[in-house]
């Protein structure tokens, strides 16, 4: 899932710098439409055991080994008539079967195979390594991406699927670079008004920080310090050089920061001893093509000194009254792998299988803060596992469905959801083949949010163990909508929930339906780790990511087998915006 703010709808390739950080100034345009119930049916009255969990969750749950957790009232929220339905058929007959498991119909018996063959085993050992410390939290561009790529790619063949990437393999290459100031060439130089040259650093040498536009300018240095917002709303920067003290907030990156980025200073110096010392480069979508745009505005370098310097150019402020600097920037791209990864099942009917159903995930996270890794097990591990063991049921069920299928593991998506967008943009198979696309992002987890400030504890865990975030289906097709709802009742027996469309614009499934392609996304929720380095791979539901799987292939199998392709109701242009609700 990648992080709000993401623009939406993204801009082209390259305008959107890539470090995957919030952008509180850009919202996004898709709001809570169809929170509850429109498409929701009553549960039939005949005691039917839905809405119980299937297994025993990991985590999370109070509950013993053979007893599912009770159902509940939902708090606050509102869910579908169909919950409060089986809930209530559910209360009477709860202390008989207590200690019974709850009954689903099987699959039908030419697909039944697959659906057992996903198992809660398979996807630890899976998501256990997608999530280890080697990996390195799978940011795009970095070794630990190219390895979490390369372990799907070898699952992918295990499976027999066809490798529909680039010359042969199951990569299809996105253009992502690693870009930071060349070295040998760039350089600050401060000069007084007559052009004396008082200090000079080089990247590497006095100078650090996150450098990745090119420069050739010369420009006024002023001193500025924001005890406040307004402080730097009220200052007149444009076209200076801003030598820059942020008191107004102690995280990383405050709102003064990105007004004075609004602000179009020509550069930012930013004292800091640790960061002068290194250069950051950023790894950024976009091949050879540099620019550091990010939303709306053009990010400025910020250039980090040393403390010890920092001091020399106020002396040097009071004694000359005023400074200059010429910051001369050559930048380097260099190309870094960056792929999707690719495999596709072939449908068994001559006359259908140009008709594809999508199943996606992303396979990047967002790697390191300084040392600490961000293991990313639920974000999304858990729907790149989901993908590897759907994938394996088609293979090991032999029967196939008549449309063909084809399996995504995206890259980039945490930085602007770039590897799905580049598929869509150049897609393998014509966009309009593809008659669904089924997301899983962030399928691990029970559900738990805790208000930052109050403490207060809105969602619990253990109330969220069979919840399930259905998002996005009803804005296209009610018919996948409905063959949502039927399998899961049928087969799994989550309890849906529909009141997260705020996220409809946050993972890849946004990019298939903006080309007007009916999509599922398929969302356990949020949780305190998210984004954290503890998102790690002992707090999984197993079960729960199972039956997630298991759903999604149910679904899959019905969509590619059945006589009629999914209906589409409207195209994406179409469909009513709605505001955001927090
Ligand atoms: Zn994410």
Sequence with gaps: MAPTGVPNPPPPLGEIGADGRANPRISSAFGASEVAGSGARLAPATGKTVGWAQNTPVTGSPSGPSRPPLPHAPRNRMRTAYLFAATATLLPA???????????EPLAADRQKGFESIDVETCTAWLTYLASDELGGRETGQPGYKLAADFIAARFKEFGLKPVGGDGTYFQAVPFAKVGPNVETSYLAIRTAEGEELFRVTPGKGLGGQISEKSDREAEIVELVANTVDDVKDADVKGKVVLFTDKSSRGRRSRATFELWRAAPAGIISVNDEAAA????????????????????????????T????????????????????????????????ANVVGFLEGS???????????????????????????????????????????????????????????????????????????????????????????????????????????????????NVNSLHLVGTKKLSMDLHEVCLEKNSAHIGFDFEYDEEDVFGRSDHANFARKDIP???????????????????????????????????????????????????RLFKDVPRTRRRR
Excluded: W
Excluded at 278 to 305: E, L, Q
């Design 519 to 569: 999509i599922a996304f398929f969302f356990t929720g949020f949780h305190p780790q998210y984004h954290q380095p503890d998102d790690t791979v002992d707090r999984i539901n197993f079960p729960k990511l199972v039956r997630v799987a298991k759903l999604v292939y149910s679904v899959a199998f019905e969509i590619a087998d059945r006589d009629e392709r999914i209906v589409r109701d």
């Design 349 to 463: 009917d001559p006359a259908l299988k140009h008709e594809i159903v999508g199943v996606g995930s992303h396979l990047d996270h967002i790697g390191k803060n300084g040392q600490r890794i961000n293991n990313g097990a639920d974000d999304d591990g858990s729907g790149t596992t989901g993908v590897l063991a759907v994938a394996r049921a088609f293979s090991v069920n032999g029967v196939r469905p008549r449309r063909s299928i084809l399996f995504m593991c995206f890259s980039g998506e945490e930085k602007g959801l770039i590897g799905s967008r580049h598929y869509v943009n150049n897609p393998i198979f014509p966009n309009e083949n593809m008659i669904a696309e089924l997301q899983m992002d962030m399928i691990g987890r029970n559900e738990e949010f805790v208000n930052r400030r109050s403490g207060e504890v809105t969602e619990k865990a253990e109330d």
């Design 94 to 104: 709860l202390a008989a079967q207590e200690n019974e498991p709850p009954k689903f």
């Design 307 to 338: 403390g010890e310097l920092a001091l020399q150019i106020r002396a040097a402020l009071k004694e000359h009254g005023t400074l200059t600097m010429k910051a001369f920037i050559e930048i380097e791209r260099k190309p870094v792998f960056a």
């Design 278 to 305: 290194t250069v950051r480069r950023r790894i950024a979508a976009g091949g050879s093509r540099n620019s550091a745009r990010r939303g709306r505005f053009r990010r400025p370098n910020t250039y980090s000194i």
